[in-house]
Structure formats: structure tokens, C-alpha cells
């Protein structure tokens, strides 16, 4: 099983990672060079803003899930260093289980915002396709970010109360991928 989620977890980094990096440079490329074409040549593609939106969207959701794999997102760990480290330990858990609960909401509900654009048939204007396709980015980013959430409810609970809090949560995390 342990075999299963190495995989899984390597599947999600990976399609996290190349989405958003490919996202964002594509994006930039793509902004650029409209506007070459607009200010050097006077014409340029209608279509480019557009798709430089969702590209940048893209980019920006699937980068926010990753973050929760590399564990860089803003955590304010000055009250929790306070506590007693069982304590800080629950309140960790607690957090994460908040945040992973948040997470699949916004799965649900994206997958009945994406029912609803289909229903409607809503097309994009330049592109001239579906809106819910561009919009499939919530459902299946935020559905990595909540597997992310997840992962991190079972290393602070797999951690010892007394190693929880070390002087950040990124060093738990780092500490505990680096001792496994």
C-alpha cells in the first residue's frame, strides 16, 4: 500500500509541477509575443489575452497545490510555539483537517460550477470553445491540494508531539521526509 501512495504522490508532484511550469511560460511567451506582433507588426491575435488568462490560472492553481507537497505556504506558527506540544500537535492536525475539509468543497462545488457552465453552454469568446473546459482546473487542482492536505494530517500525526514544532512547520515536514 505504502508502494501505492510513493507513486501516487510522485503522479501528483510531477503533474502539479509541469502544469504550472509550462503554464507560466507559455503564458509569458504567449504575452510577449502579442505584444511584438501588436507594437512591431499593428496586428496581433485576438485570441492570445485569453488564453494567457487561463494559462496564468492554470499555472497559479496547479503551483498552489504543489506548494502544499514542498510545504511552502504562509503558516503563522508564533501562537502554536506556545503551546504544550501535544497540544500544538492537535491544534496542527486540527488545521490541516480544517484545510483539507475547505479543499474538497471547493472540489464539490467546481464540479457543479463545471455541470452548470455545461448546462448552459457557455462558450468562450475568442476561442470559441466551452468555458467549463479552461474552468476543469478547479476540480482537478484543488483535488491534488486536498490530497496534499491530507498528507500532511498523517506526517504531523505520525510525528511526535515533542518534534511538532521545531521552529516552523516547513522544518517538521522537511525533517520528517528527510529521517523516512
Request: hydrophobic share 55%; charged share 15%; glycine share 6%.
Amino acid at each position: 500500500m505504502q508502494k501505492f501512495f510513493q507513486i501516487l504522490d510522485v503522479g501528483i508532484a510531477s503533474v502539479n509541477k509541469t502544469i504550472a511550469v509550462i503554464g507560466l511560460a507559455a503564458g509569458t511567451l504567449l504575452a510577449f509575443a502579442n505584444v511584438v506582433m501588436r507594437y512591431c507588426f499593428n496586428s496581433g491575435w485576438s485570441w492570445a489575452g485569453e488564453v494567457t488568462n487561463y494559462l496564468f490560472i492554470w499555472s497559479a492553481f496547479f503551483a498552489a497545490a504543489y506548494g502544499f507537497n514542498k510545504g511552502i505556504h504562509i503558516s503563522v506558527t508564533i501562537l502554536i510555539e506556545k503551546f504544550p506540544p501535544a497540544v500544538a500537535k492537535a491544534c496542527l492536525v486540527f488545521s490541516h483537517v480544517l484545510t483539507s475539509v475547505f479543499l474538497l468543497f471547493i472540489v464539490v462545488y467546481g464540479v457543479e460550477y463545471l455541470q452548470i457552465l455545461h448546462e448552459m453552454d457557455q462558450m468562450m469568446i475568442d476561442l470559441n470553445i466551452p468555458q467549463w473546459v479552461p474552468m476543469l482546473v478547479l476540480p482537478i487542482a484543488f483535488l491534488g491540494a486536498s490530497y496534499r492536505a491530507g498528507e500532511k494530517i498523517v506526517q504531523v500525526a505520525k510525528t511526535p508531539a515533542d518534534r511538532v514544532v521545531l521552529n516552523a512547520e516547513a522544518e517538521l515536514v522537511h525533517d520528517s521526509v528527510v529521517k523516512n
